[in-house]
């Protein structure tokens, strides 16, 4: 007989051990708690457990000792987070060094940007593109926020700046950029300057929506159901610019961020912006790049659109409504909790 029919293959093949597999271990081990882990990749629990049992299974070995609170590695985890994290360092040094070469020789990066960013920051990132790859095309898409993340989704787009972060977290790279909080913005003299505006005034004005089948308007929705404060949608239109020149016209009030109000300038003079008289909410912008594709590029982007919306837009919402400048913030790489819905639903709000 042939000694090589002899030769069996081994039970643990590392060839089987996944990239993701990996990347769940590893947040696992640093959050110290499958619960937390799940929350912070925004994936179930079922799925963390799975795919650490799916792990032991081809190691042969349990990973964790799941009886300590908080979680501990076990002898056999110890040693895979040794090599995973060797594993994770070689690919992501491998990704960025082909991300490099790449994009001095490939023809086009494709960005996408939501309405209420683009003319401020979109120029400026090509422009610091450009120096870095001179022989790279970069195009640039703007529109509402579900539809930039459908465009990275479909890999119609590159790098993303979005309201609206993707489901599946471990197949992207995600950077907090910003926080604003919602705000009233009512006809100007229409409503009283005592604190806080009842609502039952509110009631009797005239609501003009965002619309619908906007992430912004289902958002707003869905919040006032939950403060029982519903209204029917009578006036309701896809731009700012439209929904205050409603506002203005019927004397009424709407619900809106600081960009969108940043961008509808012309109005200022006609209204009057005012804090919620009810539990308040908020939207979180990313930068968002698949996974590994582009090594260090989309964190230097993030921290280049911090610095940009830090500089223009933060300073010019405190100049114009001093009272709520809180209102508007810039988030870091540290900020996990940004990572999540700030309303703990999952339809997070974006332009």
């Known amino acids: 007989m042939n000694s090589r029919t002899d030769v069996r293959r081994p039970t643990f093949d590392p060839g089987d051990l996944s990239f993701r597999g990996m990347q769940v271990f590893l947040a696992v081990e640093e959050a110290g708690s499958m619960a937390l882990a799940a929350k912070q990749l925004r994936l179930s629990a079922a799925t963390i457990s799975q795919q650490i049992t799916n792990m032991e299974k081809l190691v042969g070995a349990k990973l964790f000792d799941r009886a300590a609170r908080p979680i501990a590695l076990t002898p056999a985890g110890t040693l895979m987070r040794r090599h995973a994290q060797k594993i994770m360092e070689a690919l992501s040094e491998a990704r960025t060094d082909l991300m490099e070469f790449s994009l001095s020789a490939n023809p086009q990066l494709r960005l996408a940007i939501i309405d209420d960013l683009d003319a401020s920051v979109t120029p400026d990132l090509i422009e610091h593109l450009n120096r870095m790859f001179p022989n790279c095309l970069f195009t640039a898409t703007s529109g509402r926020s579900d539809l930039m993340t459908e465009r990275i989704e479909k890999r119609e787009a590159d790098i993303v700046v979005t309201g609206l972060p993707p489901d599946d977290p ?41 619309n619908s089948s906007m992430p912004i308007g289902r958002r707003i929705a869905q919040h006032m159901k939950r403060v029982k404060l519903e209204r029917p949608q009578k006036y309701a239109f896809d731009a700012t610019r439209s929904v205050f020149a409603m506002t203005r016209k019927i004397g009424g009030w709407t619900i809106t961020t600081p960009l969108c109000y940043l961008d509808s300038e012309r109005f200022w003079p006609d209204l009057d912006i005012q804090p919620l008289p009810f539990s308040g909410f908020s939207r979180t912008i990313h930068l968002v790049a698949r996974r590994g594709e582009f090594g260090y590029l989309p964190g230097k982007l993030a921290a280049l659109t911090r610095k940009l919306i830090g500089e223009r837009l933060v300073a010019r919402f405190a100049q114009a409504a001093p009272e709520f400048a809180d209102a508007l913030s810039i988030l870091n790489d540290d900020d996990q909790a940004a990572m999540q819905d700030d309303a703990s639903g999952s339809d997070q709000a974006g332009s």
């Open 170 to 210: 471990i197949a992207y790279d995600t950077f907090a950029i910003m926080r604003e909080q919602f705000l009233l913005v009512a006809a100007r003299g229409k409503l009283p300057d005592d604190r806080p505006i009842p609502l039952d005034l509110l009631r009797q004005l005239p609501f003009v929506h965002y």
